[in-house]
């Protein structure tokens, strides 16, 4: 029993099916049942009269935020993560392609950054929130308390794809990895990521969203000091990126993650006495 377990990741293909040479991968699933999940959510609010917008600005904001995660997430990637390897290769950037000796060969978008996706997603609730002369803090919000539910699918999506496993640890809990070329036990870090950063902090703001509703940037300053504060500890048993190792003993995610939580204490000195009647 342990052994299926610890194996679990072997049983699972990433493809979820195919049309002829076209796959399309569990991953990507996990991206739009994310967004439909945040989507259904934001209407349940506006059903139960937890807001005034409409189902058309619903729909404006998770067509912003998926052009947000999309765009910011893989330029994140390409800046902080490879670089130098996009440089000399930079149809990748935008192209699911990688060119080699034996001409393209198709590969998908490998590469995503939460960082760089959050970035996409504040500067596109701002063109959205000027578009519609909506307070930006009520529009984010109003988000904020969903958007957990939808990360815990990206999550899983990152465990289905067989990425972003954790260190080498002699726990029961840990699961080899096909992809891991040391083939060692190895921390399942995405699915504490899931449950932390997405049930557990999915629970915390949605109970709290209607007692905050009327303090101001505070709900989201939660959010980011909730999930840097999960991921920041949840960083020492995910595997560091090859590319950028340690950065004075700490990983890059580690050293984001100290940013939103310094980020949210800012927004809570700013925002702590402001109040909408």
Request: net charge positive.
């Amino acid at each position: 029993m342990l052994q299926f377990y610890q194996n679990i990741p072997h049983y699972l293909d990433p493809i979820a099916f195919s049309v002829g040479s076209f796959s399309i991968r569990w991953y990507s699933l996990m991206y739009l049942i994310a967004f439909a999940v945040v989507y259904f959510l934001l209407i349940w609010r506006i059903k139960k009269g937890e807001s005034n917008f409409n189902r058309d600005l619903i729909v404006d904001i998770i067509f912003y935020s998926m052009l947000g995660v999309l765009i910011g997430g893989r330029l994140g990637y390409v800046v902080f993560y490879n670089l130098p390897y996009f440089i000399s290769n930079p149809l990748e950037i935008i192209l699911p392609l990688q060119i080699t000796d034996y001409g393209l060969l198709v590969t998908g978008f490998y590469g995503m950054s939460y960082f760089g996706g959050l970035v996409g997603v504040i500067l596109g609730l701002v063109i959205l929130a000027r578009k519609n002369n909506i307070s930006f803090w009520k529009l984010s919000d109003f988000i904020i308390p969903a958007v957990p539910a939808g990360y815990f699918f990206g999550r899983i999506g990152n465990f289905l794809n067989g990425e972003l496993y954790g260190r080498v640890t002699d726990k029961i809990w840990g699961m080899y990895f096909p992809s891991d070329p040391l083939g060692l036990l190895r921390h399942p870090s995405q699915l504490y990521e899931a449950f932390f950063e997405g049930i557990v902090l999915f629970a915390v703001l949605w109970l709290l969203r209607n007692k905050l509703r009327n303090r101001p940037g505070i709900l989201s300053g939660l959010y980011l000091f909730g999930y840097g504060f999960f991921r920041f500890f949840i960083e020492f048993f995910r595997q560091p990126d090859h590319q950028i190792g340690l950065i004075s003993g700490l990983t890059l995610g580690q050293l984001f993650s100290l940013i939103l939580v310094f980020m949210a204490v800012a927004i809570y000195l700013l925002q702590r006495d402001k109040k909408v009647i």
